[in-house]
């Protein structure tokens, strides 16, 4: 069965850092681009970051540029996402999503195209 996982999420204040992980079983990441995705209540799904397939090149919305990090462990089939200085405005729930599909990161994140694979999500609240 194949299946993402995402893990990490939780309530952190203002200015605090979180870690998420997102681990894929059944498949292999390896030739995968992951995005990372969030959707707030009554707000649309939107691209976070994404990484290519090697890890080579990534992209970031500007809302986090500065502020999130990803990365990617393919011999662990996991890809990561450091948040940090984080804002109330952050709040939302998190999902990873895999594609195979030759892309680039920036159509992934912007969403031109719909990935194959998503995980269930994990919630991130950000609040005093």
């Known amino acids: 069965q194949l299946q993402l996982v995402e893990s990490g999420g939780g309530l952190v204040q203002p200015g605090g850092s979180l870690r998420l992980s997102c681990v894929a079983s059944?498949?292999?990441?390896?030739?995968?681009?992951i995005g990372w995705f969030r959707q707030a209540p009554g707000k649309e799904r939107e691209g976070v970051s994404c990484i290519n397939h090697s890890g080579s090149t990534t992209y970031y919305a500007d809302s986090v540029k500065g502020r999130f990090a990803v990365a990617r462990d393919n011999a662990k089939n996991t890809v990561y996402l450091q948040m940090n200085s984080l804002k109330p405005e952050d709040t939302a729930v998190y999902y990873c999503?895999?594609?195979?599909?030759?892309?680039?990161?920036?159509?992934?994140?912007?969403?031109?195209?719909?990935?194959?694979?998503w995980g269930q999500g994990t919630q991130v609240t950000v609040s005093s």
């Open positions: 999503a895999a594609e195979g599909r030759r892309t680039t990161v920036q159509a992934m994140c912007l969403m031109d195209l719909i990935p194959d694979y």
């Open positions: 059944g498949f292999t990441l390896d030739y995968s681009a």
